[in-house]
């Protein structure tokens, strides 16, 4: 079965320090992969998708076919990243449409 | 309009009720799902609508009932509900295989 999964449940940074929220998938064809946020007290949204190799707040993800990976990148952190980010697959025609655990990221003045 | 509005945004039932849950989109999407959310937990997929037809249930209880009236609304009908069922209930909505856009969710407690 398809599977995400995001190894730390949470990441503590400083301000102005790099970023990196780790995503690896299990997937026999071709993923397709998202980034979702969820600030406190928010709805969920999106962030990112891997196919439109866009930067949106700063972030970053590119897909590695060879580690079979797709975290999320941003060189700077700032104290408003602060927020839960889940790895999302939707799962191809099966559509297990799968949350990774999520990784809370903390940043600190 | 780009938002998906859940209804009510919280609510309180006992274990003998019966409620439901409310989503409406008016963004065209013709696919439409149910989510449950635990506290510090992702959420979980219940069900999947997609052109109004039932296409996901991911073994949920039969206590949990969905409907989709039409291309705009979805229910989720409660009955007989257990305090572990209490969660965040998530709906979502997207064009089939799109970009989910989410609801800010319905906050059930069951006592």
């Known amino acids: 079965a398809q599977r995400v999964t995001q190894p730390e449940k949470l990441l503590s940074v400083f301000k102005g320090a790099p970023v990196e929220l780790k995503c690896n998938y299990s997937?026999?064809?071709?993923?397709?992969l998202f980034w979702y946020v969820q600030y406190s007290r928010q709805r969920l949204q999106l962030l990112l998708r891997?196919?439109s190799r866009e930067s949106i707040k700063g972030f970053t993800a590119d897909l590695n076919k060879g580690e079979t990976s797709f975290h999320l990148k941003k060189p700077f952190a700032q104290e408003e990243d602060s927020a839960m980010y889940y790895c999302f697959e939707p799962g191809g025609s099966q559509g297990n449409l799968i949350f990774g655990k999520g990784t809370k990221l903390s940043v600190k003045p | 309009d780009t938002e998906v509005t859940q209804t009510p945004k919280h609510l309180v039932m006992g274990m003998t009720n019966k409620k439901s849950l409310k989503c409406e989109q008016h963004?065209?999407?013709?696919?439409m799902y149910w989510y449950k959310q635990k506290a510090k937990k992702p959420p979980e997929l219940m069900f999947v609508y997609s052109y109004e037809k039932l296409s996901i249930n991911e073994s949920v209880p039969s206590r949990f009932s969905p409907e989709c009236p039409n291309s705009s609304l979805l229910n989720l009908h409660l009955h007989a509900l257990q305090p572990e069922d209490s969660a965040l209930y998530l709906c979502a909505s997207s064009q089939v295989g799109g970009e989910l856009f989410f609801g800010e969710g319905s906050r059930l407690t069951v006592l």
């Open positions: 891997h196919i």
């Open positions: 997937y026999s064809g071709s993923p397709e």
């Open positions: 963004m065209g999407h013709r696919a």
